[in-house]
């Protein structure tokens, strides 16, 4: 019998910290599934998720981001339709211009009212998780 794990990943979730409220950054996919999404992918062999999440957000949003805090792990099993991921998500900030680079097509920068309704993934729960703990403190419990 294989042993078969999930694929680990990291998801970034990015403050400006240079600009008022704090908007964070969602990137336009151009690979499939499409649509919007938190900056992120896989974790490498011999790679931290924290080392995955920093190389992501620059390889995705050209900026270096300084991570806050791990805010939640995601990992249900149809959370991503090409296999069964783990996603890490961290919060983090940086400041400056993002700029679209290789997976991200597009980059949009949001604030809590603007967020797309229908995001790639999980990503719609995971930023509803995010808001409810930016502004009320509140931490998702599963």
């Not at 920093?54 to 900026?63: F, N, T, Y």
Request: proline content about 7%.
């Amino acid at each position: 019998m294989t042993h078969r794990n999930p694929a680990p990943t990291v998801d970034i979730i990015i403050e400006l910290s240079d600009r008022l409220e704090r908007p964070i950054i969602l990137i336009e996919r151009k690979n499939t599934p499409f649509g919007w999404a938190i900056p992120g992918g896989f974790i490498d062999y011999g790679e931290s998720a924290e080392t995955a999440a920093i190389r992501e957000a620059k390889e995705e949003v050209s900026l270096d981001v300084e991570l806050v805090e791990q805010f939640q792990v995601y990992s249900e099993p149809n959370r991503d339709p090409r296999q069964h991921t783990l996603a890490i998500v961290f919060i983090a900030k940086a400041t400056g211009q993002p700029q679209a680079a290789d997976d991200a097509k597009n980059i949009g920068i949001f604030h809590s009212g603007e967020i797309p309704t229908s995001l790639c993934f999980d990503h719609d729960r995971i930023m509803k998780d995010y808001w409810r703990y930016r502004h009320y403190g509140i931490r998702p419990h599963y």
